[in-house]
């Protein structure tokens, strides 16, 4: 039997993993949701859902991948015979692979973006149509997204322990001094203080459903749920590592940076548009058009620089967790070597990070559901696919293992604290959570609700 890669010891896993987690959303997603949906309420139920839902669903993949010592497809089918249950582990295995090209192309904005300030372009990137035409230069795109893949997969084919492992104990504290430098600069810009308020002290008379609503789909996805990537790192560890404690390891790195990012984004543009919430706007037009627009105002080439090198390790190390659950999955269900595995993953890498850097130029024209290739991407893995591969889950150890043989598994090396916790949300909340975020996602691509 081939023998399966592994993590070091616990600190190498709770880096890898919160590296897993910590990626683009938590710098420019959260932020906007935050200010969007109350301030300090959001701030306050997206905590209150990573504590208990979060939490769960870290523990059982990680147990998952533990007690099985497999990748997804493969810990699913060791698990249950029934083949609608088994369908869920292909789907966790799918998910990484369809969103690793996509996430790529992003990344390759990013060292577009850092490039920028590197050789001193602070205005011009502050310009608005700067953004506009880099979309439209299919050249330009290709190039910055064939330079962020290729630092992802060197990473890749270093292996667990002298690739991702070595990388993320370099990036993962490097990524929080950069962090906290931001937001010391942020939070003492004139006017910054109203910014620090309205994330920091909850207002009750903001919530809402749809406070809850975002904040449930945020924590789901900032966490690297249902990704396949927890069953795959927890594959790589060892039966002496705690799991509950590293969880909480996780849950608070992951949190701090999420928190972070707030300090660093609202903060700032509150000061530059003097108070209007409306700034921040969602998505690409708040990281490379408002923020550089506010960094222009501060005189700050040094502060894009520092802000967009902390986006890139971000986006690093997420892509890495992603491209190695991918080359785990061909490794283990084509029984390949992981330098055949890892190659196979950069073809599909490129080919459908192709397919989305070709979608704001040449494929323009090309709109499923109204939007282009790479959102297409992203609704398709974010919205529909990942609340089923959790369900997929949460019904395999319901129906199949048992919550009693995953707990067994967690308190191999853990003293489960929160055992009662973990077993409620497993049984009366995680799928009707999870059919909230499925909902509410799909009818928000159609236009019916907004979130």
């Not at 504590?51 to 089918?77: D, L, N």
């Not at 060791?78 to 996430?103: D, E, F, H, M």
């Not at 910054?192 to 920091?200: D, N, R, S, T």
Request: glycine share 8%; hydrophobic share 55%; aromatic share 12%.
């Amino acid at each position: 039997m081939k023998e399966r890669h592994g993590f070091s010891g616990k600190l190498g896993y709770v880096l890898a993993t919160a590296g897993s987690a910590v990626g683009l959303g938590n710098i420019w997603r959260f932020p906007y949701l935050a200010a969007k949906y109350g301030g300090g309420a959001f701030l306050l139920v997206y905590l209150i859902l990573a504590m208990t839902f979060g939490y769960t669903m870290i523990m059982a993949e990680t147990a998952i991948g533990r007690m099985t010592q497999k990748s997804p497809v493969s810990a699913f089918a060791s698990l249950t015979q029934n083949k609608l249950i088994r369908a869920g582990g292909w789907l966790n295995a799918i998910i990484p692979i369809l969103i690793v090209p996509y996430y790529s192309v992003i990344g390759g904005w990013v060292c577009r973006y850092l490039y920028g300030y590197i050789i001193g372009q602070s205005q011009i990137m502050a310009d608005e149509a700067t953004f506009s035409e880099f979309l439209g230069s299919p050249i330009t795109m290709e190039l910055c997204f064939m330079v962020f893949t290729a630092m992802t997969m060197l990473i890749i084919f270093g292996g667990v322990q002298n690739g991702i492992e070595k990388v993320s104990k370099i990036l993962m504290p490097v990524l929080a001094l950069l962090a906290v430098a931001v937001v010391i600069f942020s939070v003492t810009r004139p006017g910054a203080l109203e910014g620090v308020k309205y994330f920091l002290i909850p207002n009750f008379k903001n919530l809402s459903v749809m406070t809850v609503v975002s904040a449930l789909g945020q924590m789901f996805y900032s966490l690297s749920i249902a990704m396949g990537i927890l069953i795959t790192f927890g594959s790589y560890t060892k039966k002496d590592v705690d799991i509950e404690s590293t969880t909480i390891q996780v849950e608070i790195f992951d949190t701090v940076i999420a928190v972070l990012a707030g300090l660093m984004v609202i903060p700032a543009v509150f000061a530059f548009s003097g108070g209007d919430s409306a700034a921040l706007n969602k998505g690409p037009a708040l990281m490379f058009v408002t923020l550089p627009k506010v960094f222009d105002s501060m005189g700050g080439t040094w502060i894009g620089i520092l802000f967009f090198t902390l986006v890139l390790l971000a986006a690093l190390t997420s892509s890495v967790s992603l491209a190695e659950t991918a080359c785990s999955t061909f490794e283990d269900e084509l029984g390949w070597s992981r330098s055949k595995s890892a190659a196979l993953v950069s073809v599909i890498m490129i080919v459908l990070g192709t397919f989305s850097c070709l979608g704001f130029n040449v494929w323009a024209g090309f709109t499923p559901l109204n939007m282009d290739i790479l959102s297409f991407f992203d609704f398709l893995t974010n919205s529909v696919m990942m609340p089923i591969s959790a369900a997929a889950i949460c019904i395999l150890i319901l129906k199949a293992t048992g919550i009693k043989a995953i707990e067994d598994e967690i308190c191999i090396s853990s003293k489960f604290r929160r055992r009662k916790v973990f077993r409620f949300v497993l049984r009366y909340l995680s799928i009707a959570l999870l059919a909230v975020i499925l909902i509410s996602s799909i009818a928000d691509a159609f236009g019916l609700i907004k979130i």
